[in-house]
């Protein structure tokens, strides 16, 4: 007989009924059992003998928690009602042991002949699955909190080093924990004086009127080892705070202070974190959580540790910044010039290091007494923006003194020397510098006689708001033409300055930058320039400077302010403008124009060559 033929036979049917791996049941069309394989007996735990004749929802259908199910809510039992199969997989069975098994399953109508239809219920056990699916959505979620928190220590890294405002960064700090790792914060540090603590940041989303009333002075720190707060500052470590801790009386003034954030704010458990590197402690920052937000866990706790070494890192940093900004700022003040005051010529300069840690760079300025009598203006830049360009910056500016000093000759053939002795005696790279004589007798007028080596031209400011860059005279860069055997020449030139103008030298990180090219930079002197002609001249170069706002490269600006005509003139009594006050410049205070350390204020005035002794104006 075939297999075709043998399909219909009791025994196969039952043969498959009995051997299929998956849960069956049958029921007549009251819903009762009627029929159990062995997979499905095992499955729940009951012999078939004990259910047959019961009703399967009532006996065995249950929710998550092993409650009953309502009848009308049973998705299984609706075959019977309308004979159309079903399928689902949030359904429970109860096993015979009182526990449940989630499964998954599909009820179809079973036609029986002679009799209204039941159904069959095929089901498999879904707890493997359901333990996968929640080993995977703790898995995730794990995942989750970690993303989030890898991201909050990113953010966090950001800002420690967006800036070198320390308190700015720290109060920051303080607002991106609150609410992900905190209710509020607050941030105390180490002021630098012995034992002073100070508050300079506190946060709470609920109640920031309330945290910023309690920034401020701190009592001093004391040596008690059993304070929280104490102990982070003195470098023990992290401290965790939980209801009990915050219960107990202060001991020192200090902590008194710190359980005053807990009673103002709130709070039952709590973080302290000392702000620290290697190679000390900055201060700490204190995480609270108020009302019902959970104790901190173990792995939160950690995570503001390396947050408080991250900001100690950061402060560190800020303070060794600080230090070689200071040390290069002292040096650079050493090495500027400070400027003479001659008749009744005005002056003025500003130096704006690079925004880089060295604070120090090539970019000069000068300006000093010929000895006959001249005054002379010189605004130079060597390459470089370190401590090597500012010594080569030295060597050249002492190197064009000593040429320029005792020799009546024109700029060019100074310039011609100086380019000569860079290079033989001299290691210095190449260099730009603008070599100006202001001639003219006393009173005016005046004419500017000027060379030009490979430097950005001078701005003649005319009193009415007229400007126009001096580009004659301009001839090749320093260290080139007697290291290349050029022979090349630098021409000189000359220009007659109206009373009451100004002459702006400049270097180029004045008008050129890496997001603004230099024809636009010079458009923009000129315009700012135009519009500033008529104030005093110091207002002139320090709102030339915020308005031209110079990025990344060193500025030097010298300026030159004319008297009106006559002024400063054999017989004429006007006093200068600056008459007992040094003009202002970046220079180091206590150094004094050249030519003038033996004399005071009035005798800069009275024994300085004066243009009688000058060379007439052609």
């Known amino acids: 007989m075939s297999g075709a033929d043998r399909a219909g036979e009791p025994g196969v049917l039952r043969a498959v009924f009995d051997g299929l791996g998956t849960g069956i049941y049958a029921t007549d069309a009251a819903g009762r059992l009627i029929a159990a394989n062995p997979r499905a007996e095992r499955m729940v735990g009951r012999p078939a003998a004990r259910m047959l004749g019961h009703d399967m929802h009532d006996l065995l259908h249950r929710d998550a928690d092993g409650e009953r199910i309502p009848r009308e809510n049973c998705r299984m039992l609706e075959v019977l009602a309308d004979g159309r199969p079903r399928e689902g997989g949030d359904e429970y069975l109860l096993r015979g042991d009182g526990t449940t098994l989630p499964v998954i399953w599909s009820a179809a109508p079973l036609e029986l002949p002679g009799e209204p239809a039941g159904l069959v219920l095929a089901f498999h056990d879904f707890s493997v699955r359901r333990a996968a699916e929640r080993q995977t959505a703790a898995y ?28 700015r960064v720290l109060r920051k700090l303080g607002r991106m924990l609150v609410p992900d790792l905190a209710d509020w914060t607050a941030v105390d540090v180490l002021t630098g004086q012995p034992d002073e603590v100070r508050r300079v940041a506190v946060h709470s989303a609920a109640d920031p009127e309330a945290a910023g009333e309690l920034e401020g002075p701190l009592p001093p720190l004391a040596e008690s080892a059993g304070a929280d707060l104490v102990r982070a500052l003195r470098g023990a470590g992290t401290v965790s705070l939980d209801a009990a801790d915050l219960a107990r009386e202060p001991d020192t003034p200090l902590t008194a202070a710190h359980r005053w954030l807990f009673d103002r704010l709130g709070g039952h458990s709590a973080v302290v ?57 002292t040096m650079q003040r050493q090495l500027l010039t400070p400027l003479p005051q ?45 401590l090597q360009a500012a010594a080569h910056m030295a060597e050249v500016r002492n190197m064009l003194r000593a040429l320029a000093w005792d020799r009546r000759e024109p700029p060019s053939v100074i310039m011609q020397r100086l380019d000569e002795a860079m290079t033989n005696t001299s290691d210095a790279p190449m260099a730009t510098v603008v070599f100006a004589r202001i ?117 030097a600006l010298l300026a030159l302010r004319l008297p009106r005509y006559g002024e400063g003139a054999p017989g004429d009594r006007t006093p200068p403008p600056s008459r007992g006050e040094p003009a202002y410049s970046p220079a180091d205070p206590s150094r004094s124009a050249p030519g003038a350390e033996a004399m005071d204020a009035e005798e800069v005035f009275t024994q300085a060559p004066h243009g009688v002794d000058r060379p007439p104006l052609p």
């Open 342 to 386: 001659v008749d009744h010529l005005q002056m003025a300069a500003r130096y704006r290091p690079a925004q880089v840690a060295a604070e120090i760079g090539g970019d000069w300025y000068d300006a000093f007494l010929l000895e006959d009598g001249v005054t002379t203006m010189v605004i130079g830049d060597v390459a470089g923006h370190d």
């Open 273 to 329: 974190v000392p702000l620290h590197s290697r190679r000390r402690v900055f201060g700490a920052f204190t995480a609270a959580r108020t009302g019902d937000s959970p104790p901190y866990t173990e792995d939160e706790v950690m995570m503001l540790a390396d947050i408080g070494r991250r900001a100690g890192l950061a402060m560190d940093n800020a303070r060794l910044f600080d230090q070689q900004r200071h040390v290069a700022e």
């Open 439 to 555: 001639e003219g007798r006393e009173g005016g007028p005046w004419r500017l006689h000027w060379v030009n080596a490979g430097h950005p031209p001078p701005l003649l400011v005319e009193p009415g708001g007229g400007t126009r860059f001096l580009e004659a005279g301009h001839g090749p860069l320093l260290g080139m033409s007697a290291t290349l055997n050029l022979g090349l020449r630098w021409p000189d030139a000359y220009e007659d300055l109206p009373p009451e103008a100004t002459v702006v030298f400049y270097t180029d990180g004045l008008v050129e930058s890496r997001t603004r090219p230099i024809d636009t930079g010079m458009e923009l002197l000129c315009r700012h320039a135009s519009a500033l002609a008529r104030h005093g001249l110091e207002e002139f170069c320090d709102e030339l400077l915020e308005r031209m706002d110079p990025r990344g490269d060193d500025v």
């Open 140 to 167: 995730l979620q794990a995942l989750e909190a970690l993303t989030t928190r890898l991201t909050v220590v990113s953010e966090v890294s950001s800002v420690l080093i967006s800036s070198l405002d320390i308190p």
